[in-house]
């Protein structure tokens, strides 16, 4: 033990009693010594690089590249992705892919190039492989998008895992976003980013990284194009980025740089190209398209804490009814569970929970359950005993059962990379729904100790099953919440078939979106918390992530006033809209605040229809729900820097207030016109403009043309229309939900153009064309600008 892990077990044990923090230090130790005899010491090591080029071997879509000390396998899918796997490594098995590695290219070919080098040249890709090992991606017409170095490798001279480094080149201009949920983005700027999935053990800043939900996935985006990168590679990392500089006059451009080095494990990456929403949808093909959440997931949803039980839960919905605040879900933490278990429900504080599920049911309110993956080591514990029965926990490299320490004290945990494991941990979540559950919150699934102050709480020696491979804790821990989300979804999905499972969590990793969404963790309370908070929403989208959002109001602190209204107008406009303020609810902020949060309820109530649109659109494309400013126009500069707005889907810009005290902003507008949604004054871009930010909303933008589907006064599906300007058509789409099943409702298409004096809306695909099934409202046509 360090000095830094002595001030952590220090500050444990102050901060949760003796008891407690004494099981922390004692942890700790069993950790250490755990590892000093369970990991070999790596002792002296050999340098290695790939050396020159020997000989290929062609193969479909690509093939084989052969160096004195290494070899290059590359690949071309029919998606148009690229695979790089280095010493052998093929795209399998992988727990970012969504099944099979998709077929090669039959078109894509291995070639001589100039200089002794290698090219595959694609549809969309060209790939050129020098004869020392660098790869550079280009476009089909040539503009070099990343160059890789030759890499290196790091081998233990008496065996073992290899380290290795990649340093990557890429235009003077390219920003990078992505590396999962990072609390400072959605632009990462120059710094040192960690790929180890962590709990700070406290509320966190901007400032903190890592965080909960790391990701080895960058998104560049330069003027040349945009390119997303995954290394599919779960060990222990740090990525490395430096922007790059653009020469003034006749200097030259400095390339920017980005180096990741990875503590062991396959050097292997696939690469995409073309548009933000090309890399998305050839994302999503790779590793899964996102599931789908059930409507009412889309509304407002309430977490709450505390030790209230029945009685407790029926006060919070009631007030939400008394106050005109609409509501589609509790979210009830992990008070509500008996504190022996940790797996069923307390039958003191809910004895009548299924009564209770059913009666919130008929009100349109259902209930969400925490899941956690400590398991109390009591003898006696159901879950315990047959968990142990069934040899399914981990265990450490001499055969025994690790434990750790989580909120009731000693515990041990699954080992979700065995199969048997997660169907045995699925049948869990029967209890569950036969209790009235309708969703799932997955926490502490990085997997940390309650106490232990951003340890983790397995050691790096403790074995894995790794899908019958075998292997240690240092490769499974950042696929820990990963395969913890599958084993739920997979779960959900026979145990309810008829019902799409709603399930998020707040770890995981690469392709977790196939198994639901994501939230923040404890974002601290306070204007830079809530900065973050969009931060982090934007970065997850750019990593294939659709479905995610922070807690309203933050953590660790209560919230003033206007940073919870502020905090409130953001969150009605993210994918997950949830609140959680301890003990204090809406109204509790007093009566304006409460009505100006009324209103944005009510908007989101309004805009579910257009939310639902988007889920089915994310599932069948990977795009985002919100998207930066410059998903449509990524060679606009302007826009590629902006992170304090969001376009929600092609239709709306919404410019959330960050700041106190602000009662107008600056907003980046992208090009075309845009009305505001309020007073419909209309602006045009590109360019800056100052729009009004009263305390009772927050700018939200409507794009000239738009057709968004929302709820009608009647509760019906309505078509709001923003006028396009003379002589140019607008349009948008339209999924009309048909429920929480299973259905694949189709996509229709609407236009919007000028014809003589008014605004004409068709409605396309299906069988035809003609009028809209649906009542029309058209806004802005008062317009004058441009006839």
């Not at 020392?132 to 998008?145: D, K, N």
């Not at 990649?166 to 949920?181: H, I, K, W, Y």
């Not at 499974?476 to 997979?490: D, I, K, S, T």
């Not at 299973?742 to 009028?771: F, H, L, M, N, Y």
């Amino acid at each position: 033990m360090n000095g830094r892990d002595l001030v952590r077990s220090v500050r444990a044990v102050a901060s949760v009693g003796a008891a407690q923090g004494v099981r922390t230090v004692r942890a700790a130790w069993r950790r250490r010594r755990v590892d000093a005899t369970g990991l070999p010491p790596r002792g002296a090591e050999r340098a290695r690089v790939p050396g020159t080029v020997r000989d290929v071997e062609p193969g479909p879509g690509g093939g084989v590249v052969r160096f004195g000390r290494s070899e290059l396998r590359v690949l071309v899918a029919v998606n148009g992705a690229v695979f790089l796997g280095w010493d052998g490594a093929g795209p399998e098995p992988s727990y970012a892919l969504a099944g099979r590695c998709p077929q090669p290219d039959p078109r894509a070919v291995l070639e001589p190039d100039t200089d002794g080098g290698w090219r595959v040249v694609a549809e969309r890709v060209t790939v050129v492989v020098s004869r020392h090992g660098a790869v550079e991606v280009q476009t089909p017409g040539g503009v070099l998008l990343r160059r890789d170095l030759p890499p290196r490798w790091w081998e233990p001279v008496g065996g073992g895992p290899a380290r290795w480094a990649q340093r990557s080149e890429v235009a003077a201009d390219a920003r990078f976003f992505g590396l999962g949920g990072r609390a400072s983005g959605p632009r990462l700027r120059d710094g040192r980013y960690r790929l180890w999935n962590t709990d700070p053990g406290r509320p966190f800043t901007p400032a903190d990284d890592p965080l909960h939900l790391t990701m080895p996935v960058q998104l560049v985006v330069a003027d040349g194009g945009s390119h997303l990168v995954l290394h599919d590679n779960a060990w222990d990392g740090t990525v490395t980025l430096r922007e790059g500089e653009e020469g003034a006059g006749s200097g030259h451009d400095r390339a920017g740089t980005s180096e990741l080095r990875v503590q062991g494990g396959p050097l292997r990456c696939w690469v995409t190209v073309g548009t933000p929403a090309r890399v998305l949808l050839a994302w999503a093909s790779l590793t899964g398209a996102p599931a789908l959440p059930p409507a009412w997931a889309l509304g407002h949803q309430h977490a709450r804490g505390g030790s209230g039980g029945e009685e407790e839960v029926r006060r919070v919905v009631a007030g939400h009814l008394e106050h005109g605040l609409p509501l589609d879900a509790v979210h009830l933490d992990v008070d509500h569970l008996d504190a022996h278990q940790m797996f069923t429900v307390d039958p003191d504080r809910f004895p009548k929970l299924p009564v209770l599920a059913e009666e919130l049911r008929r009100d349109g309110v259902r209930l969400v359950s925490v899941v956690e993956p400590a398991v109390p080591a009591r003898p006696g514990n159901a879950v315990y005993d047959a968990g142990a029965a069934g040899d399914v926990f981990v265990r450490d490299a001499a055969g025994e059962v690790v434990e750790g320490v989580a909120r009731a004290g000693e515990a041990v945990f699954p080992d979700f990379t065995h199969a048997r494991v997660r169907e045995w941990w699925g049948g869990l979540y029967e209890e569950r729904l036969a209790q009235g559950f309708s969703g799932f919150w997955h926490g502490m699934d990085e997997p940390t100790s309650f106490t232990a102050f951003g340890e983790t709480t397995l050691p790096r020696s403790a074995r894995h099953s790794l899908e019958g491979r075998g292997g240690d804790h240092r490769e499974a821990h950042n696929v820990y919440a990963l395969c913890m989300a599958r084993a739920g979804f997979e779960a959900l999905l026979g145990l309810a078939p008829d019902e799409r499972p709603f399930l998020f969590s707040r770890s995981g990793w690469a392709g977790m979106q196939r198994y639901g969404g994501a939230w923040s963790g404890d974002v601290a309370t306070g204007w830079p918390g809530l900065r973050a908070s969009l931060a982090l929403v934007l970065g997850l989208g750019l990593c294939g992530v659709p479905y995610s959002g922070p807690d309203i109001g933050g953590s660790g602190a209560e919230p003033s006033p206007e940073l919870y209204l502020r905090w409130f107008q953001l969150g009605a406009f993210l994918p997950l809209f949830r609140t959680r303020t301890g003990r204090r609810e809406p109204w509790e902020f007093g009566p304006e605040v409460l009505e100006h949060a009324r209103v944005a309820l009510l908007e989101r109530r309004r805009l579910l229809p257009y939310f639902v649109t988007l889920a089915h659109l994310a599932r069948r494309t990977g795009a985002p729900y919100v998207r930066p400013l410059w998903w449509s126009a990524p060679e606009d500069r302007g826009l590629r820097d902006c992170g304090d707005a969001f376009l929600l889907g092609d239709c709306l810009l919404v410019a959330p207030v960050l700041e106190p005290g602000t009662d107008r902003r600056a907003v980046q507008l992208p090009r075309g016109r845009w009305y505001d949604v309020v007073t419909e004054e209309a602006y045009e871009g590109p360019g800056r403009v100052c729009v009004d930010a009263p305390l009772s909303r927050i700018p939200v933008l409507a794009r000239a043309g738009a057709v968004l589907p929302v709820r009608g006064v009647d509760g019906g599906l309505e078509l709001e229309v923003w006028a396009p300007a003379r002589g140019r058509t607008g349009g948008g789409l339209v999924v009309p939900d048909g429920g929480d099943g299973w259905d694949e409702p189709e996509i229709r298409r609407c236009t919007a153009r000028w014809v003589g004096p008014r605004v004409v809306v068709e409605w396309q695909g299906g069988e035809g064309g003609g009028e809209p099934p649906f009542p029309v409202r058209v806004r802005g046509a008062g317009d004058r600008r441009g006839q």
